[in-house]
């Protein structure tokens, strides 16, 4: 039995990324054309791989079994092409990386754009995975590359894992701009006591850190609105319906709100993590040193 490597991959990215429709827009297939080549791999393993509900499909244990198979197949190809393609000194490949979500405009897309123009071979697939998410796959091998924070990493001492300092950046208080805390040089949490607030989603980095530092200063947050999208919190917060607690990174200069530290001030380190590779790959070295150059 020959596996067939792009259905292989077919596979690994149904593992990833959790539907057919996702699998083939990032293929730039059709779905119908997706779900024929899984057919055929169930066939040619004669296995079941996949189990449909509806107009839902999941992973059988086999699926699953073979899928990390599948990984570690293609990342052996992918080293070895890697590996043919350093002797031409030239980096080329596929480098999947996944980042945080003010991190996607502010240093992910940057990074990319830099990296097309010095290195064309080299193709970088872009995830919004937020720390508790990203750290996960990078040891499962779906993605590449990430771009966490040092704090929320959990990597600390993991010979496998290397972790990239990128830079700094902090967290600050998103207010509507005529605010009566505007106009200070820095806001005390305890000062917001009685302040409504936009959050991220429950469970999210974001939302564990604001939720610990108000209960610190002595009050639970009264939270009116919980968002996914950076974008709606601001618009929220610009309509002055609420205030937020945001990443510098995440404020974006289109919306007319007020942004003031926090007293004490608050930073997080933001930090890039790649598995240690048994051989070089110039591809993903590339990715690094084109964060690095437009790092934060």
């Given at each position: 039995?020959?596996?067939?490597?792009?259905?292989?991959?077919?596979?690994?990215?149904?593992?990833?990324?959790g539907?057919?429709?996702?699998?083939?827009?990032?293929?730039?297939?059709?779905?119908?054309?997706?779900?024929?080549?899984?057919?055929?791999?169930?066939?040619?393993?004669?296995?079941?791989?996949?189990?449909?509900?509806?107009?839902?499909?999941r992973?059988?244990?086999?699926g699953?079994?073979?899928?990390?198979?599948?990984?570690?197949?293609?990342?052996?190809?992918?080293?070895?092409?890697?590996?043919?393609?350093?002797?031409?000194?030239?980096?080329?490949?596929?480098?999947?990386?996944?980042?945080?979500?003010?991190?996607?405009?502010?240093?992910?897309?940057?990074?990319?754009?830099?990296?097309?123009?010095?290195?064309?071979?080299?193709?970088?697939?872009l995830?919004?995975?937020?720390?508790?998410?990203?750290?996960?796959?990078?040891?499962?091998?779906?993605?590449?590359?990430?771009?966490?924070?040092?704090?929320?990493?959990?990597?600390e001492?993991?010979?496998?894992?290397?972790?990239?300092?990128?830079?700094?950046?902090?967290?600050?208080?998103?207010?509507?701009?005529?605010?009566?805390?505007?106009?200070?040089?820095?806001?005390?949490l305890?000062?917001?006591?009685?302040?409504?607030?936009?959050?991220?989603?429950?469970?999210?980095y974001?939302?564990?850190?604001?939720t610990?530092?108000?209960?610190?200063?002595?009050?639970?947050?009264?939270v009116?609105?919980?968002?996914?999208?950076?974008?709606?919190?601001?618009?929220?917060?610009?309509?002055?319906?609420?205030?937020?607690?945001?990443?510098?990174?995440?404020?974006?200069?289109?919306?007319r709100?007020?942004?003031?530290?926090?007293?004490?001030?608050?930073?997080?380190?933001?930090?890039?993590?790649?598995?240690?590779?048994?051989?070089?790959?110039?591809?993903?070295?590339?990715?690094?040193?084109?964060?690095?150059?437009?790092?934060?």
């Amino acid at each position: 039995m020959a596996l067939n490597p792009w259905r292989l991959r077919l596979l690994a990215d149904l593992a990833t990324y959790g539907t057919v429709r996702a699998v083939a827009q990032r293929g730039n297939l059709s779905p119908s054309a997706v779900s024929q080549q899984l057919a055929t791999l169930e066939r040619e393993t004669r296995t079941a791989l996949i189990e449909r509900t509806g107009r839902r499909v999941r992973l059988t244990a086999a699926g699953v079994l073979l899928a990390g198979r599948a990984r570690e197949i293609l990342a052996a190809m992918d080293a070895a092409e890697a590996e043919l393609r350093g002797l031409a000194d030239e980096p080329a490949g596929t480098v999947t990386v996944a980042a945080f979500q003010s991190a996607v405009h502010a240093l992910a897309e940057p990074a990319v754009a830099h990296l097309a123009a010095r290195h064309p071979d080299v193709t970088v697939v872009l995830l919004e995975l937020e720390p508790h998410e990203s750290m996960p796959a990078l040891r499962r091998g779906d993605v590449d590359l990430i771009i966490t924070t040092a704090d929320f990493a959990g990597a600390e001492l993991d010979p496998a894992i290397d972790l990239v300092p990128l830079g700094e950046d902090a967290i600050v208080l998103v207010l509507p701009p005529e605010h009566p805390l505007a106009g200070a040089e820095a806001v005390t949490l305890e000062s917001c006591a009685d302040q409504r607030w936009s959050f991220d989603v429950a469970g999210s980095y974001m939302s564990e850190l604001a939720t610990r530092l108000c209960r610190e200063a002595g009050f639970e947050p009264t939270v009116i609105c919980r968002f996914n999208n950076y974008m709606l919190a601001l618009q929220h917060v610009e309509n002055g319906r609420s205030i937020a607690m945001l990443p510098k990174l995440a404020v974006d200069p289109r919306y007319r709100v007020a942004t003031r530290p926090l007293s004490p001030s608050l930073t997080r380190r933001i930090t890039a993590a790649v598995r240690r590779p048994s051989t070089p790959r110039p591809e993903v070295t590339a990715v690094l040193t084109a964060l690095r150059t437009r790092e934060a």
